[in-house]
């Protein structure tokens, strides 16, 4: 078995990435995420991973948390690194990519989290996000530890056969460590309802029965709860809404600017318009459409299905600016991580920024935007509506119980608005910003259920 647990040394400080064909070249990391003091280097290092240990060890002092859990946090319990070959449509090319699967925490129940297709996905970025997904479950109290997947490659130059070759070969390679009660998989980056679904049959079939609790995120057909596919974007807005009035202002009145068009950035863009704000900006891959009275969402989202990108849509001009510095009152990015850095964040001119996306602003820009007066409603709490969806449908699944669309939204929004109260009154008791006082709810809650099962053996 190409199985590696624990993984070798080969793999030790290096990082794949893949060129045009996705064939695996080595190469050094690329330096997208700000320069931070050097973290001690181990096999999980990466950028991502030295800005989710030094927010950690800044919350750890805060809270002077035991020091033993403290070093324990900082590395997953389990990793699964894999290569595989898979068949591209012409019949002859075969080609060998890398796929992780990292388990964070063990203590609190199975893990959960996504799974990304990306060209640079490697070890050190999918432990940083299996990290903050242990926050973030602890922040709106689900039964989970963390993980993340992930496999480097670039999923959109490829056919759907190829994608589906992918997909489930990568699932056979991660059978000995997912499972209903193990490790749910869910959507992330670069993928979707379909790769869930071809998730959900590969591991049927090895088991022989029908699994829908393998992953959550799937179509509806195959028990995919209904509001799923819209609850990390419109989860994000209403705790963007609740945090405005905290300090007088209203969702309604404000000027909003989405980088990205994917799951959480559309219906972002929607939930905004519903309540009667004005999305003046949003881009995807192909390009950026603008609109300084408000673009028509659900225009876009017709314009959206007939075209690549919402670049050309007739309810606003082409624009081929930054998105990200344009002038509002609410920026939402919701694409990949590292976008805002030291570099842009002096001009970003938002009031709040809402993290859509996990990881779009390093630590250095975090403290400038705070400088500049920027309310920023975290990651880990302001997309955690996609994990809390997620748990109502594993639910679902595990109990063969069907809850109607209206009481899953309620649901929801529920969780979201309690957390939300609940990290914001810590922000006002500790006098610091959200993120801080969202990991201080998260880290205290994971090291509580470590401390209170104790140590085996
Ligand atoms: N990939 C999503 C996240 O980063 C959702 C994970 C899940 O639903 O398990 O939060």
């Known amino acids: 078995s190409n199985l590696i647990i624990s993984l070798s040394f080969i793999f030790n400080n290096l990082e794949m990435q893949c060129d045009k064909k996705n064939k695996i070249t080595t190469f050094l990391t690329k330096p997208i995420y700000d320069e ?31 020091s033993n859990i403290r070093e324990r946090l900082k590395l997953p319990q389990r990793s699964l690194v894999v290569t595989f070959p898979f068949r591209r449509d012409e019949y002859d090319d075969v080609e060998t990519v890398v796929g992780y699967r990292v388990q964070h925490v063990l203590s609190m129940g199975p893990t959960k989290g996504g799974i990304r297709y990306a060209p640079d996905v490697n070890l050190g970025e999918v432990t940083a996000l299996a990290i903050l997904m242990s926050w973030k479950s602890a922040i709106v109290g689900l039964p989970y530890g963390g993980a993340k997947g992930g496999v480097a490659i670039d999923p959109n130059p490829l056919t759907r056969a190829e994608k589906q070759r992918v997909t489930r070969r990568y699932t056979a390679e991660l059978l000995p460590i997912i499972g209903v009660d193990k490790d749910i998989p869910a959507p992330d980056l670069g993928t979707d309802e379909q790769t869930m679904a071809w998730i959900m049959d590969t591991y049927s079939n090895f088991v022989g029965s029908p699994q829908p609790g393998i992953v959550t995120g799937k179509p ?36 909003v600017v989405i980088q990205g068009f994917g799951n959480v950035g559309r219906y972002a863009a929607l939930d905004s318009y ?34 690549p990108s919402v670049k050309g849509f007739e309810g606003g001009e082409d624009y081929e600016g930054e998105i990200l510095e344009i002038e509002c009152d609410v920026l939402i990015p919701a694409a990949v991580g590292g976008v805002i850095t030291s570099s842009n964040a002096e001009k970003i001119k938002t009031n709040v920024l809402i993290e859509g996306a996990n990881s779009p602003t390093t630590l ?94």
């Open 220 to 255: 509806v057909s195959l028990g995919g709860s209904i509001t799923r596919r819209e609850s990390t974007g419109r989860g994000a807005v209403a705790v963007g809404q609740a945090a405005m009035e905290k300090i007088g202002k209203n969702y309604k009145d404000s000027r």
């Open 364 to 457: 250095n820009a975090d403290k400038i935007l705070r400088e500049n007066g920027v309310m920023i409603i975290p990651d880990i709490l302001a997309n955690a509506g996609g994990i809390t969806a997620s748990y109502f449908e594993w639910v679902q699944n595990t109990q063969n119980y069907l809850w109607k669309e209206s009481e899953l939204h309620e649901k929801l929004i529920d969780v979201m608005i309690t957390s939300f109260e609940e990290v914001w009154t810590i922000s006002q008791k500790q006098n610091c910003d959200l993120r801080t006082a969202a990991l201080i709810k998260g880290i205290k809650r994971v090291a509580a259920a470590k401390l209170t099962r104790g140590l085996f053996p």
């Open 36 to 66: 931070l003091v050097i973290v001690e280097n181990n096999l999980f290092d990466s950028h991502m991973y030295k800005e989710v240990i030094k927010q950690y060890d800044e919350v750890s002092d805060l809270i002077n948390l035991d």
């Open 274 to 307: 519903e309540r009667g704000a004005k999305v003046i900006a949003v881009n995807d891959l192909g390009g950026a459409v603008f609109n300084k009275d408000g673009l028509n969402i659900p225009e876009l989202f017709k314009h959206i299905a007939k075209n």
